[in-house]
């Protein structure tokens, strides 16, 4: 990223553009950090090991190439380690090279939008639509067909083969 490219993504206008973008992309069932389920702070700690609990909960982001789901190539589906609703296939999933599982597109439905100011430049995060479990970020630097990459926070999958 160049200095241009930086200051452009700063611009109030980009901000604005990127929060509405977020926001119309789809409508919450929860409001950021809460559950769309009947889930006390309490009860997603103690169903969640700590590291799912900082990524799911508190939106944090696992080390790169610390998940074993980098390597899984088996047929199968990933499900929302929090609530375990199903986001992406197999056939979905490609390596990015970036350190973390990473998907071309997602089932239908099933993920919610917004932006994050937290890092130096605007991003976009989704969450799962069922519990509002943080997932990752998603870019527009993937491959075809969608030319997107969901990067995603390997504890906050379980993959289920096929």
């Not at 190539?73 to 380690?81: D, L, Q, V």
């Not at 990015?96 to 439905?109: I, K, M, N, Q, R």
């Not at 994050?116 to 630097?141: A, L, M, T, W």
């Amino acid at each position: 990223m160049n200095r241009r490219h930086l200051f452009a993504c700063l611009s109030p206008w980009t901000l604005t553009t990127l929060s509405d973008k977020a926001s119309a992309a789809s409508t919450p069932l929860a409001a950021p950090g809460e559950s769309a389920l009947p889930v006390t702070d309490a009860q997603w700690r103690a169903r969640l090991n700590p590291q799912q609990y900082e990524v799911l909960r508190r939106q944090g982001t696992e080390r790169p190439f610390s998940s074993a789901l980098n390597q899984e190539k088996r047929p199968g589906t990933y499900h929302c380690a929090g609530c375990q609703a199903p986001l992406f296939t197999s056939a979905m999933k490609y390596d990015s090279g970036t350190g973390w599982p990473s998907f071309h597109s997602a089932l239908p439905g099933v993920l919610d939008t917004r932006a994050d100011f937290k890092s130096v430049y605007p991003r976009i995060e989704y969450h799962c639509r069922h519990c509002d479990g943080h997932q990752g970020h998603v870019f527009n630097d993937g491959p075809p067909p969608s030319g997107k990459r969901y990067c995603n926070n390997g504890v906050a999958l379980r993959f289920v083969p096929a």
